[in-house]
């Protein structure tokens, strides 16, 4: 795989060589890479092997400053290359969400309506990251949701239960934990699906029922 990178010519001693302007360098860091070096636009910015310059019409001090330019390209490629090299980082561990939350967002009623809502949430990671414990507390104009749920990870699987205190519900957890985000199935006295997105220091929260209590609900929060 090629990139272009913006590059500024440097100042040759001599008009001859080239005058100072915007260019590029081309770096492959894609898989199976051969090491080829970059391929830079113009004749007096390419590779030089050894100090074959004569070809070029250049003088010693032209090449040096060429030979400078090729190795500020190198450095340039191979910085490139390690952050391409550097793996995505993503929350997989219940540690990840242990804290106090606080936030806004909305619910829909079965009557359509939507109201707004103020959140707190309380996430415990418990057993090394292996158990979460989840208390969310949310109240708008009329109506309160507090939901509670016990959650265990093996690997990326879910499982666990949960109660929702102001319908009166209970029933089981399952789903997923990957890449900062988990999904799960709420079954049960109302059967639901729940999301949970981490995105930087905030995690949306999404949940969606079969038209008993609620519609859905829509929550973005903060680590507090």
Known sequence: ??????WVEPAYPTGAAGAR?????????????????PKIGRIHDQWLSGLDTQSLGWNLEEATVAMQARF???????????LAQVPATFATSFQDLAGTWR????VQLLSGQSEALSCKAYFTAKEAGAGLGIALA????????????????????????????SFN????VAGTFANDRIDLTIEGTIKATMSITLEG????ISIATEGQGFRSVDLELERS
Do not use: F, H
Not at 103 to 106: A, L, S, T
Not at 169 to 172: A, D, E, I, V
């Open 1 to 6: 795989m090629g990139v272009l990178l913006p």
């Open 21 to 37: 302007s915007l260019n590029y360098v081309r770096c492959s860091i894609g898989p199976g890479d051969t090491g080829d070096r």
């Open 72 to 82: 500020a390209k190198s450095l340039l490629c191979a910085g490139l290359a390690l």
């Open 103 to 106: 936030g806004v967002g909305r």
């Open 138 to 165: 949310c109240a708008s104009a009329s109506n309160k949701i507090d939901l509670r749920a016990s959650l265990a990870q093996t690997g990326e699987a879910i499982s666990g239960t949960w109660e929702e205190r």
């Open 169 to 172: 519900s209970t029933g089981s």
């Open 201 to 204: 220091k905030s995690q949306l």
